[in-house]
């Protein structure tokens, strides 16, 4: 399983943005898929998460309202549209997937920089 994402930038405060990670490889829709964020000094954290082949959404209290996480089959696709950006969403943005019952996310997408002006 292999895992891309794009779409990064540098955007004002207020602004939206939408993150891309395309897919390939064996993921059956069992497959959990995830976005997690890095700021700049703090750990890797939780940001949203989806079930591949379902429509149950689970997101950080901090996104929560602003970001949807969202999934195309055809293209193999997932989306991470954020809205309402602050400078405390600067970070690198990774998507990730693992098998279903494993604790630990498996699959890692190379990350991509959001950096939020104020």
């Known amino acids: 399983v292999q895992l891309q994402a794009s779409g990064g930038g540098l955007v004002q405060a207020g602004d939206s943005l939408r993150l891309s990670c395309a897919v390939s490889?064996?993921?059956?829709?069992?497959?959990?898929v995830a976005w997690f964020r890095q700021a700049p000094g703090k750990d890797r954290e939780f940001v949203a998460s989806m079930v591949w082949g379902g429509t149950s959404t689970r997101y950080a209290g901090s996104v929560e309202g602003r970001f949807t996480i969202s999934r195309d089959y055809r293209k193999n696709s997932v989306y991470l549209q954020m809205h309402n950006l602050t400078p405390a969403d600067t970070a690198v943005y990774y998507c990730?997937?693992?098998?279903?019952?494993?604790?630990?996310?498996?699959?890692w997408g190379q990350g991509t920089l959001v950096t939020v002006s104020s």
């Open positions: 990730a997937t693992k098998s279903p019952g494993r604790s630990e996310w498996g699959y």
């Open positions: 490889g064996r993921t059956p829709r069992t497959y959990p």
